[in-house]
Structures are given as structure tokens and as C-alpha cells.
């Protein structure tokens, strides 16, 4: 069996300095597990500047590992193709080295804030239950926590799970899993753009009370409205833009596993460097929470998806770190 040793994600602590960035970000994308993974598919990782392996793993990774891509689908619409044994295998190993496979607990006791990453609708309620069991068990606890979505229609495998009957968009989702894992009831208010839905709307709904005194669900507006609906970076600047972030404050961003590198590695780009907080990104265990994993949701293909999603996050955090203006 393949084994690889553990290879950290970038490190963003509050009063945020980026001056050791790049490198982490070299480590990650030169590392052993990276090399296998590309070895496997017959091609040799460049020994050159950070930004040049970076580009080449864009286009290395779009042509062998993109399924989303060559199919223009959802995650969970990707028809998987067949893996050998000891390629599944690697690919697997690679994936639990490079921080896409287990489960973490929050590293610190307090957070100033917690973000709950929106996603597919099993995703909504598995990250939100995950997050509720992290502050009811005190592993964890927070002043403020915001449950991040847009408005996504949602499909009918979504709308089939008993907790999302009669829910329309990903807000929705994110608002169901909320109520259900902090038992909370009717929101104390609620703010929404005018007009129909479209990739310019927003909304922000606010409950209090609960475990945690103040919790949002938010549904997030694009920044590219022309062209697609929001994405991880809108709803993380959407967020930013309605609280006052200090250098001092410390996040939790909950997520699932898999893509625990992309979305810490956006985090870092749209809260860290812009705000100088830091950032903690954790995936949920699937063995404390009530809604299983997806079929399929585990497979080797969906890891190197991710891989790829990670590597390009990355890209775009070094851009950032050469030229601040490209944060956004």
C-alpha cells in the first residue's frame, strides 16, 4: 500500500504576513505525492520558479484529471471513469497526504468567526450539523457564525432528501441545515435584493439565540454577473463587505474534506491577505453527521478533481501575492 508523508497547506494566522507564502505553496505543489500522481499519468513535474510549475500543472491537470470539464457537468454529475487497483490506490494515498481525505477538529478553542462553505444540498446539512456539533461540544465556540450560499438552483436529486422538501436554492439548503442542527426557528430578520433572482441577488437571513449568538445564512451575489452565478471567493467578499474584520480575528471555515484545499487556499487569498485575519480550514467528519456521503463521492476521480481545484486556488493565490490587485 502507498503512503505519503502529511504536506501542509499554506499557513494564514492573524496579523497575516505572506512573506513565507509562496514557498508553502511551492511545498505543496513540488511535493512527493504531486510527483507520483503526475509520474502516473507520464509526465514530470518542471524544476523551475513556483509560478511556472503552477501554469504547468494548470494545463497538466486540465487535460488528465478536469472530468467536470469534459463532461459540463455538476461534481456530483461526473460519469467516473475506471481506475486500476494501484492507481486507485495511489491516487488515494496522494489524496490523504495533500489534506483531502480526513476529517480535522478546529486547532484553537476560540474563534472570532465561523464559516460554513455552501455546496450541494447534502453538503449544506453535513457542514452545518458538523459545525453545530463542533460548538455544542465546546471544541469550538464563536460570537458570530455565517452559513455561506447563493442562489443556485437546487436539483431534484437535492430536493429528494427529506430535509431540502419544499427548498428552492442553495440558501435554502444552507438554511434548513442550519435550523435543523441548532434548532432554530423563524430568523429575527431578513434582508433581500429586489426583483427576481438572478446572479445579482443576495440575501442575508439572521438568527439569534441559539448556541451561538448571532448566526447569518447568506446568499451571495456574483461578481461576474454577466457570465456565471457566484462562486467560494463572492461569497467569502460578500461576508467580508457586512462585518468588521480586524487583524486580530482568528476563522474556522468549515467545508468537507475534499476540498478543504481549494477553499483554504481562496480563503487565504479574500480574507487573509485583504484583512489580515487568520484562517483554520477543516473538513467534517462523516461519522458525526446524520446525512451520509453521496455515492461515488469518495472516488478516485473526485480527488484528483479537487487535486486540480487546489492547484488552480493556489495559482491564484501566488498571482495575488506577485500583484495584490489580483485578490479579487
Excluded at 449544506?124 to 442562489?151: H, M, N, W
Excluded at 472516488?299 to 493565490?317: A, F, K
Aim: glycine share 8%.
Amino acid at each position: 500500500m502507498v503512503t505519503f508523508a502529511p504536506v501542509d497547506l499554506p499557513v494564514c494566522e492573524p496579523g497575516f504576513q505572506p512573506d513565507k507564502t509562496d514557498d508553502q505553496i511551492r511545498d505543496w505543489v513540488t511535493s512527493e505525492p504531486i510527483r507520483e500522481l503526475v509520474s502516473a499519468y507520464g509526465g514530470s513535474l518542471p524544476d523551475t520558479q513556483v509560478e511556472d510549475v503552477l501554469l504547468w500543472l494548470d494545463d497538466f491537470s486540465g487535460e488528465h484529471w478536469d472530468f467536470r470539464r469534459r463532461g459540463g457537468v455538476e461534481r456530483d454529475q461526473v460519469t467516473a471513469p475506471e481506475f486500476d487497483e494501484a492507481t486507485a490506490d495511489l491516487i488515494l494515498a496522494a489524496a490523504r497526504a495533500l489534506r483531502l481525505v480526513d476529517a480535522a477538529q478546529p486547532a484553537h478553542s476560540s474563534y472570532d468567526h465561523i464559516l460554513v462553505l455552501g455546496g450541494l444540498g447534502r453538503a449544506c446539512l453535513q457542514r452545518t450539523r458538523y459545525a453545530a456539533d463542533i460548538v455544542k461540544s465546546g471544541a469550538a465556540t464563536a460570537p458570530e457564525l455565517a452559513a455561506l450560499g447563493s442562489f443556485r438552483p437546487l436539483n431534484a436529486a437535492e430536493t429528494a432528501l427529506p430535509e431540502l422538501a419544499g427548498a428552492t436554492y442553495e440558501v435554502d439548503a444552507m438554511d434548513a441545515g442550519v435550523r435543523i442542527a441548532f434548532g432554530l426557528d423563524e430568523p429575527a430578520d431578513r434582508a433581500i435584493s429586489d426583483g427576481d433572482v438572478t446572479h445579482s441577488s443576495w440575501e442575508v437571513r439572521t438568527y439569534s439565540g441559539g448556541a451561538v449568538p448571532e448566526i447569518h445564512v447568506l446568499a451571495a451575489p456574483s461578481s461576474e454577473p454577466d457570465t456565471r452565478r457566484a462562486n467560494t471567493p463572492d461569497t467569502y467578499e460578500f461576508w467580508a463587505n457586512r462585518v468588521q474584520l480586524q487583524t486580530t480575528d482568528r476563522i474556522l471555515v468549515v467545508t468537507s474534506p475534499i476540498y478543504v484545499p481549494f477553499q483554504h487556499s481562496d480563503a487565504i487569498r479574500m480574507l487573509g491577505m485583504r484583512y489580515g485575519c487568520g484562517l483554520d480550514t477543516i473538513g467534517f467528519d462523516p461519522a458525526r453527521v446524520t446525512v451520509p456521503l453521496a455515492p461515488g463521492a469518495t472516488n478516485p476521480d473526485r480527488y484528483l478533481q479537487e487535486i486540480r481545484s487546489g492547484i488552480l486556488s493556489m495559482l491564484r493565490l501566488h498571482n495575488a501575492l506577485t500583484d495584490p490587485a489580483k485578490t479579487a
